[in-house]
């Protein structure tokens, strides 16, 4: 899905006209079906703008268009930053897993999980019509529930998250075992109780 595409359908979502969201976001009408058309790419400031007029997280809008191979580069940098590891089972399907997000996953999978049983339900309504109208309302909410990520996680755990991600920042920053830029004892020392301390903030 394009970066346009992604604001349409948010916009949609929200009921929302051209007109009413250019008006938010500062821009022309005409402007805004620019974006959605991808006539125009909208700067980081406007995005910015659109997703807060939009409701969700900027994210939302600016990694919406991507590859396989693109996918898998950024899963790979999520790898290398969060402690990833893969596992494959009997059937040779394989899994991965992130030992630092395990956090934010537990909120995913209760929503996923609360997610399947409202899909469940639906499919219990004997009228179609109604049925399809649930299903519809169903997934909406669970992709909106993506959408505004992590508006839904408490302070305290945003916190700790912001920490790590601080402390990941400055460790590869300053490589304490990096042959080419070479520290004495003291500035290795230094640099790994910052380290601690960002962690542990």
């Known amino acids: ?13 929200r009921k929302m006209t051209l007109k ?14 620019a974006y ?11 995005i910015e703008k659109i997703a807060i007029a939009l409701g969700v997280n900027p994210e939302t809008l600016q990694n919406a268009e991507f ?9 790979f940098q999520i790898f290398r ?26 909120y995913w999978h209760d929503r996923y999980k609360a997610y399947q049983e409202d899909l469940a339900k639906c499919d ?13 309302a169903t997934e909406n909410a669970f992709i909106h529930w993506m959408d505004t990520f992590p508006q839904q996680i408490p302070a305290e755990h945003l916190e700790y998250m912001n ?13 304490l075992n990096d042959p080419e830029a070479p520290m004495t004892e003291e500035e290795k020392k ?7 301390e960002l962690f542990s903030e």
């Open 163 to 175: 920490r790590h991600d601080k402390g990941m920042d400055y460790v590869g920053l300053h490589p």
């Open 124 to 136: 219990q309504i004997k009228d179609p019509i109604a049925r399809a109208n649930e299903l519809i």
């Open 36 to 46: 959605e058309v991808g006539d125009r790419h909208p700067k980081p400031d406007k």
């Open 67 to 75: 590859d396989s191979v693109t996918a898998m580069h950024r899963i």
């Open 1 to 13: 899905m394009t970066l346009g595409e992604n604001i349409r359908r948010l916009r949609k979502e």
């Open 81 to 106: 930053s969060y402690n990833g590891e893969l596992s494959m089972d009997k059937d040779g399907n394989i899994s991965i897993s992130f030992a630092t997000l395990q956090t934010y996953f537990r």
């Open 190 to 196: 230094y640099h790994s109780q910052k380290a601690k």
């Open 20 to 33: 009413e969201l250019g008006s938010l976001v500062g821009v022309s009408e005409s402007y805004m079906r």
